[in-house]
């Protein structure tokens, strides 16, 4: 199956610091990717779509000024927590979404941030 | 608004068992419906895809089924092994273009030697 990595897998900074967080799909494009994020013991909650080339679409509530996200080659997306704050801390997962007629997403391993 | 119910939340059974996981949603338009599973911290595995033209899949022990007109998908896990054991996500692509999935809240499985 596709293959989609995220780095780092996980990561500690102070409050008031930013933090940057990579989704790349290894042997596939992806004009579309998705970022999550997961409370323990919660499903996913969706942020945003993030489309290659052109602004990301935020999800109702989701800051865009705060969860800053590039995707600027068609296997590369980044999500960039700025700001960061002790409730920003969470589980980070990027998905991938294969342009063909089954519309799969891939998922990534998930970033673990913690925010001191 | 497609809603996703995935009942019950959690499951404890003995290994060997075949079981049966539910996932529900309410609006039968969708695109395609994928099963997940989840390890404790990790991210997620796809396990079976079903289009919306499809009524079924199956992998190995895994073989997920599909009834649009009933809202219903239906995973099912023949002799279970303590390795299944993780939380398992049933997700809605819905139709429109968005291609944003609707995710259950999931059931977390656990298998017991």
């Known amino acids: 199956g596709a293959v989609v990595s995220q780095h780092p897998s996980w990561v500690i900074c102070k409050s008031g610091t930013s933090v940057k967080i990579e989704c790349r799909s290894l042997?596939?494009?992806?004009?579309?990717m998705f970022w999550y994020r997961q409370f323990p013991k919660q499903s996913l909650m969706l942020m945003a779509t993030?489309?290659?080339?052109?602004?990301?679409?935020?999800e109702q509530g989701v800051e865009k000024d705060k969860f800053l996200i590039n995707h600027a080659s068609l296997t590369l997306s980044t999500l960039t927590v700025t700001s960061a704050h002790p409730e920003d801390s969470s589980f980070y997962i990027c998905?991938?979404?294969?342009?063909?007629?089954?519309?799969?997403?891939?998922f990534g391993p998930g970033t673990r941030l913690t925010v001191t | 608004k497609q809603e996703v119910t995935q009942i019950p939340a959690a499951l404890s059974v003995p290994e060997g068992e075949n079981l049966v996981l539910n996932c529900s949603f309410t609006?039968?338009?969708?695109?395609?419906l994928q099963w997940f599973r989840q390890d404790p911290g990790k991210g997620l595995t796809s396990l079976l895809l079903?289009?919306?033209?499809?009524r079924e899949q199956t992998s190995g022990r895994l073989n997920a089924s599909l009834d649009k007109s009933s809202g219903r998908s239906t995973l099912y896990i023949a002799a279970s092994q303590p390795g299944d054991s993780a939380t398992y996500l049933c997700?809605?692509?819905?139709?429109?273009?968005?291609?944003?999935?609707?995710f259950g809240k999931g059931m977390k499985l656990t298998v017991n030697p």
């Open positions: 993030s489309n290659e080339g052109s602004k990301a679409t935020y």
């Open positions: 042997d596939f494009q992806a004009t579309t």
């Open positions: 998905s991938a979404l294969r342009q063909d007629l089954t519309g799969e997403q891939y």
């Open positions: 079903i289009q919306s033209s499809q």
């Open positions: 997700a809605v692509g819905p139709r429109g273009g968005s291609e944003k999935l609707v």
């Open positions: 609006d039968s338009a969708i695109y395609n």
